[in-house]
Nanobody
Framework: QVQLVESGGGLVQPGGSLRLSCAAS????????MGWYRQAPGKQRELVAT??????????VYADSVKGRFTISRDNAQNTVDLQMNSLKPDDTAVYYC??????????????WGKGTLVTVSS
């Protein structure tokens, strides 16, 4: 069994910063792409940022709405992925979900999701 657990959400004023972290644990054999998605009230879940594995060169992709403000990074040794969020706007308010494309020790590949962490940007 694989678990992804997010942390770091909270309330922040517009223009502020937050850092989200996600740790993968359990029966992981290899973690390929990891990413962050978000879902605002009344809206569909959307991609925020993704990062490939070290063997793929840690390539990153960002949603246009967060380019230049958010930075995704990962630590393969710790099985973690972080999202540094700067210059936050009220439109960034959402539940943020961690995602990992993971091969388990039984050599089963699937997309796994965390339960989400709430980010609220408000004065």
């Amino acid at each position: 069994q694989v678990q992804l657990v997010e942390s770091g959400g909270g309330l922040v004023q517009p223009g502020g910063s937050l850092r989200l972290s996600c740790a993968a644990s359990g029966s992981t054999f290899r973690i390929d792409a990891m990413g962050w998605y978000r879902q605002a009230p009344g809206k569909q879940r959307e991609l925020v940022a993704t990062i490939t594995s070290v063997t793929s060169g840690y390539k990153t992709v960002y949603a246009d709405s967060v380019k230049g403000r958010f930075t995704i990074s990962r630590d393969n040794a710790q099985n973690t992925v972080d999202l540094q969020m700067n210059s936050l706007k009220p439109d960034d308010t959402a539940v943020y979900y961690c995602n990992g494309n993971i091969v388990t020790r039984a050599l089963y590949r699937a997309d796994y999701w965390g339960k989400g962490t709430l980010v609220t940007v408000s004065s």
